[in-house]
């Protein structure tokens, strides 16, 4: 995933700057709007890039998911029950399978990546909306609203399935402490 999104970014940026250029030399009205669709299009790609790297430089998917902040509100379950997020979160693509990989990675090193995930989901969802800024200039005040509504209902979908795994992934560190705490008291 990590290099279909590095390429899609790199594409898009490209025909963005290839059809900002033939607008500017022909005044052709299609190059500018496909000068603002790859333009949009690569906005949202490197922005969640940039963004997730400013994550991994500055958490290092070291976080205390013990935390308010990642802790479930009282409606979310029954939110997320209701959304069936059971059934499809498995089908959602993962940036960097490795941060997740049971076999390379402790149960609390997972959590940890949890936070850090749904903090760059959070915070792409908020600098989805900064396109429409550009409306202002461009006109077309709906294809910005949609394009950012889109961006957002994607980070959003991510943000839920971080919450909704994480008090599983807990539940889990919390069986192995006991284990552990048990073994020692048998040794």
Sequence with gaps: MKTLMKVL???TLALFI???VMYSMEHFGV?????????TCAY???MRLIVGLIFDKTMNNKADYNKKTYRLKPFERKLYSFLWV???KNKMPTY????FDISSNTWDEIAQATCQAEMVHRTCFALSFLPIILSIWFGDFPVFLITS????????????MQRFNRPRIIKIIKIEKRREKNAERWV
């Design 9 to 11: 970014a790199g594409i």
């Design 96 to 99: 960097d399978k490795e941060v």
């Design 86 to 88: 059971k059934r499809w």
């Design 44 to 46: 949202h790609l490197c």
């Design 149 to 160: 509504l889109f961006g957002a209902l994607i980070d959003l979908l991510f943000i839920i």
């Design 18 to 20: 290839y059809f900002t």
């Design 31 to 39: 190059y500018l709007s496909c000068a603002v669709t790859f333009g």
